[in-house]
């Protein structure tokens, strides 16, 4: 089991940042990517960012630019730094992890970012 700890959300006025982290711990054995998704009233839960071990990334279209994904592999854990932030990314962060053995994906229980003036 892998269990998957997230930090940093909160209330922010459009414009600001935001940097939210996640660490994992438990039989972790081998990562192969970690991520956050996001899920806002009315919408489907939807990929923000993930990055795999390697250091390939991938964004969210409305996230590019704004968003910067990060990881550190030797201590498990995965950053999300949200600047110039809207009314639009509102939602609920989950971290995510995709291990190299089965059961092979984990999520985090998710934390709150409230973008408003």
């Known amino acids: 089991q892998v269990q998957l700890v997230e930090s940093g959300g909160g209330l922010v006025q459009p414009g600001g940042s935001l940097r939210l982290s996640c660490v994992a711990s438990?039989?972790?054995?081998?990562?192969?990517?970690m991520g956050w998704y996001r899920q806002a009233p009315g919408k489907q839960r939807e990929l923000v960012a993930v990055?795999?071990?390697?250091?390939?990334?991938n964004y969210a279209d409305s996230v590019k630019g704004r968003f910067t994904i990060s990881r550190d592999n030797a201590k498990n854990t995965v950053s999300l730094q949200m600047s110039s932030l809207k009314p639009e990314d509102t939602a609920v962060y989950y971290c995510?992890?995709?291990?190299?053995?089965?059961?092979?994906?984990?999520w985090g229980q998710g934390t709150q970012v409230t973008v408003s003036s």
């Open positions: 995510y992890l995709q291990r190299s053995r089965s059961p092979y994906d984990y």
């Open positions: 438990g039989s972790i054995f081998s990562i192969n990517a």
């Open positions: 990055i795999s071990t390697g250091g390939s990334t």
